[in-house]
């Protein structure tokens, strides 16, 4: 399979501890994105790479949320002091930088529940 | 923030009908795209308009585009209850890369 993978697909926390997710994007894709989404909206943009750089945050990345992507492949989302706030779905996607049109391709999110 | 809104939120019909969903937006864009989720899961990628075209067709997937009232539908013809699901618009603005959803409509199949 050669899609866009995700580790954890299921986490169940207790509020105040850090979680980390992991994102696998396509091989070949330069662009990565983190999207949240909460039950019954659509995605929410939290911030996205061009290779290792993180191009641009969403302000609703608190500084309890940090991402990473330190070799230009795999990607990792930490939420620090989780909050009940938090729980939600996290979703990566990726893209690659030639499609000028902005499709992407979405792994099949972490489900993160905070107690 | 949620670009827009989607109408219905939610819908039924029998399979064999024509469902057709809603999408408004708020700013000018460069193209839109339609996604499908399927329950808890991630999101896949069904057809894309561009700012410049009114009208495209996929299968059995028929989108427009009015960019004068900001709106756009997707109608899926000859309904499957393998098309149950949440379908979601999303805008592809200038300058930017990230895509901005709507609200969703869940859809669903009767068999």
């Known amino acids: 399979d050669t899609g866009v993978s995700q580790n954890p697909r299921h986490k169940i926390t207790k509020r105040g501890q850090n979680v980390t997710f992991r994102c696998d994007p396509i091989s070949e894709h330069n662009r990565l994105y983190w999207y949240r989404q909460t039950l019954g909206q659509g995605p929410e943009f939290l911030t996205y790479?061009?290779?290792?750089?993180?191009?641009?945050k969403s302000r609703l990345l608190s500084d309890r949320f940090s991402a990473e992507r330190p070799k230009g492949s795999f990607s990792t989302l930490e939420i620090q002091r989780t909050e009940q706030g938090d729980s939600a779905m996290y979703l990566c996607?990726?893209?690659?930088?030639?499609?000028?049109?902005?499709?992407?391709?979405f792994g099949p999110g972490t489900r993160l529940l905070v107690l | 923030s949620q670009q827009g809104e989607e109408d219905p939120q939610a819908l039924s019909i029998q399979e064999g009908e024509n469902a057709t969903m809603n999408c408004s937006y708020k700013?000018?864009?460069?193209?839109l795209q339609w996604y499908r989720q399927n329950s808890g899961r991630g999101l896949v990628h069904l057809i894309l308009i561009r700012s410049n075209e009114r009208e495209k067709h996929s299968g059995r997937l028929r989108v427009t585009l009015d960019t004068s009232k900001k709106s756009s539908s997707l109608l899926i013809t000859a309904s499957r209850a393998a098309d149950t699901a949440s379908y979601f618009c999303a805008t592809f603005g200038f300058g930017n890369e990230k895509l901005t959803f709507g609200t969703g409509t869940r859809l669903t199949i009767i068999p």
């Open positions: 996607a990726s893209s690659f930088r030639g499609s000028a049109d902005g499709t992407q391709y």
């Open positions: 790479f061009q290779n290792e750089a993180q191009l641009e």
């Open positions: 700013t000018s864009i460069n193209n």
